[in-house]
């Protein structure tokens, strides 16, 4: 979600380091550094950088093309997806299309009565992060994505009137995971590969297994699950990460929305973890799992990075407990020298963490009968995870989450590395690690081993007894974000690095200071998707939330959109923009970096989250109104951009 909710974000009260303790010279300092200034921090500390030459190699790649070769797009408040002259955009897989499942494709019905079993195996609602998966060559093979939570008001024909068993059910399918299968034929547009073997969706109600240290957990047992190793779904889900072995990590990301504590009293654990009175989706109801009075530990089972293997439709989805509990963004995979896979994760809620793992083994290769896939099933499941804190000298430490090291012990409420893992919010309070602004998307460089995070705002930064000001999180009631990026000090599984901010967003036109950012080039706030190409252009999405935006300090920001950053100049230039209300995000670029997909995810989204049925296109009608098609419900899309020329996409 991209509001910054104003009662349910704010759950760290702990008392690690802010601000208040570097001195108000250094704090000054860091306020008012320039991009410039701190790029050339950067690469002057950056020895790896310069001796890889990655990011300056880029631009004179041979037959790669100018780093930024499109001409920058204006701000735009327009209902419709616009992109630079020389490009087109196409609109695939809206909410409601028929994945494919062989022998059940429903249509999609326009006035919201598709049932909850059509549902199942339709495209959920609110696409977000999302991968492509080539099958053989660059214009064939699995999308994979999630949907992230749905619109109420739209998914069903008289809105929410009432809840009903029904509507629960319907509700819990459109949420999820997709995976389809698409294709591009003698360089026609792309389409749906209906039906298809791959089509699949993961839905609130799919069984997943349990791997790592909570998988069998006194936590992690229920009444429907007393050994505590098979959950009944996934949802919530945000942003994507794409295994080197093949497979699609997906991280629940605001699980707590869907739980019912009733009128307590909370446990210190329920409280640290935003667990409210109701639930803003009305499944407790219908579905008493998740009534937390009934089944506290169900709570307990969401929140985890989820890994598929799209390319066996047989295979049972697993929740990764080792990688920690948070309101995952997603999960981001670098690998070491040697081999191991290095999972960077965030988590975005105010006041909350960053978060790598380093396996314990190598990635292994496929052989013996196994897909690669196949052979690294466990390799999630040992390994170590850490937290990270920004110190004010810019460098930066992880600091481990292992029971029994440092304050982790059973006397401090860990009784075992299970939980520790349930409880690594209050692991990384006890550790120090450093609050951040709303940690969202990552993009990693494998070369320089740099890696970038979207912080995509946290209005509650020193206000009231919230936590003020540090040097990684420098502004004060931060409506608009920044990026922060970090190196290694050697290899990925290093635990010291070094930090600074790629860049502060914002528009100069502000009265507020904070609220001005340093943008080089074309302005923009809350930034959220990320993704760096192998050109080394770092693609930004954004999801300033509907209540905000186009008026105030985004009155000049226009809609969500994406644009293209040139790390050699720190230039950024605007791409694309996006329909009313809507969230860009969902970034994935065929392998020949030609295709650019990306999710319009909510187009028409309403201040309150939930649209009224009798006039669903109130705020936005499209994608109809753009590409055609019937009804007026908006209907979140992946769109697939192309230039015109079949050109490398950017240059
Ligand atoms: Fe689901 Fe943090 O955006
Ligand atoms: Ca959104
Ligand atoms: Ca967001
Ligand atoms: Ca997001």
């Avoid at 949802?235 to 504590?261: D, H, I, M, Q, V």
Wanted: charged share 20%; with cysteine.
């Amino acid at each position: 979600m991209a509001k910054d909710f104003d009662l349910m974000e704010d759950s760290n009260r702990s008392a690690n380091p802010d601000i208040h303790s570097i001195s108000a010279l250094e704090r000054r300092q860091l306020l008012q550094a320039s991009l410039g200034a701190l790029a050339q921090q950067f690469f002057r500390w950056s020895p790896v950088a310069l001796a890889a030459g990655a990011t300056v190699a880029c631009a004179s790649m041979p037959g790669k093309g100018p780093v930024l070769g499109f001409d920058g797009i204006s701000a735009s408040t327009a209902d419709r997806v616009n992109v630079p002259d020389g490009y087109n955009a196409q609109i695939l897989e809206p909410w409601g299309e028929a994945v494919g499942v062989p022998g059940n494709m429903p249509a999609w019905l326009p006035d919201g009565s598709n049932t909850a079993a059509d549902q199942a195996v339709q495209m959920g609602m609110h696409h977000d992060g999302m991968h492509f998966y080539p099958l053989d060559g660059a214009d064939h093979g699995l999308l994979v994505m999630n949907h992230e939570y749905v619109d109420d008001g739209l998914l069903h024909t008289d809105g929410l009137k009432t809840w009903s068993a029904e509507k629960v059910r319907k509700s819990q399918a459109s949420h999820g995971i997709s995976i389809i299968e698409v294709e591009r034929q003698n360089g026609q547009a792309w389409r749906m590969v209906r039906p298809s073997k791959w089509a699949r969706r993961l839905t609130a109600t799919t069984p997943f297994a349990l791997g790592g240290p909570a998988a069998g957990h006194a936590m992690m047992r229920t009444a429907d699950d007393p050994q505590g190793t098979t959950v009944l779904g996934t949802f919530n889900n945000c942003a994507a990460g794409k295994t080197p072995w093949g497979t699609y990590l997906s991280g629940e990301e605001n699980f707590r929305f869907y739980f019912a504590g009733g009128n307590g009293p909370f446990t210190e654990h329920q409280k640290r973890w935003g667990l409210n009175k109701g639930a803003f989706f009305g499944w407790p109801a219908h579905d008493k799992r998740f009534d937390s009075t009934l089944h506290p530990n169900e709570f307990n089972r969401f929140g985890w990075v989820v890994e598929v293997d799209p390319m066996d439709p047989t295979s049972t989805p697993i929740k990764r407990t080792a990688m920690g509990r948070a309101a995952h963004e997603g999960a981001w995979v670098a690998v070491t020298q040697d081999g191991r896979a290095v999972v960077y994760s965030g988590e975005d809620a105010r006041f909350e963490y960053i978060y790598k793992f380093v396996s314990r083994d190598k990635i292994a290769p496929a052989g013996n009968g196994l897909t690669q896939a196949q052979a690294n099933r466990t390799l999630l499941d040992n390994g170590v995870l850490y937290v990270a804190r920004f110190d004010a000298d810019g460098t930066g430490r992880w600091l481990p989450l292992v029971h029994g090291t440092g304050p982790l012990t059973t006397a401090n409420g860990f009784a075992d590395q299970g939980e520790v893992v349930i409880k690594a919010r209050q692991a990384s309070d006890a550790l120090g690690g450093t609050k951040m602004d709303r940690p969202e998307w990552m993009a990693i460089n494998p070369a320089t081993r740099e890696v970038f995070c979207t912080l995509t705002n946290n209005s509650a930064r020193g206000v009231g007894d919230n936590p003020g000001v540090d040097a990684a999180n420098p502004r004060t009631k931060n409506a608009m974000g920044q990026i922060i990026r970090w190196q290694e000090t050697g290899d990925f599984d290093a635990i010291a690095m070094r930090w600074s901010h790629l860049v502060l967003a914002g528009d100069p036109a502000n009265d507020r200071s904070e609220a001005k950012g340093n943008v080089k080039g074309d302005i923009f706030g809350c930034p959220d998707g990320l993704m760096l190409d192998d050109r080394g252009v770092l693609w930004i999405q954004t999801d300033a939330h509907s209540s905000e935006m186009n008026k105030g300090e985004f009155k000049n920001i226009g809609n969500n959109q994406m644009l293209a950053c040139d790390l050699n100049t720190g230039e950024i230039r605007r791409f694309l923009t996006g329909p009313v209300n809507c969230e860009i995000t969902g970034c994935s670029l065929t392998p020949d970096g030609r295709t650019l997909f990306i999710n319009v995810q909510h187009p028409g989204e309403s201040p309150s989250d939930r649209s009224d049925p009798a006039q669903p296109n109130k705020f936005s009608s499209w994608p109809q109104n753009q590409f055609g098609g019937v009804g007026n419900r908006p209907r979140s899309s992946t769109v697939a951009i192309r230039r015109n020329d079949g050109g490398l996409i950017g240059t």
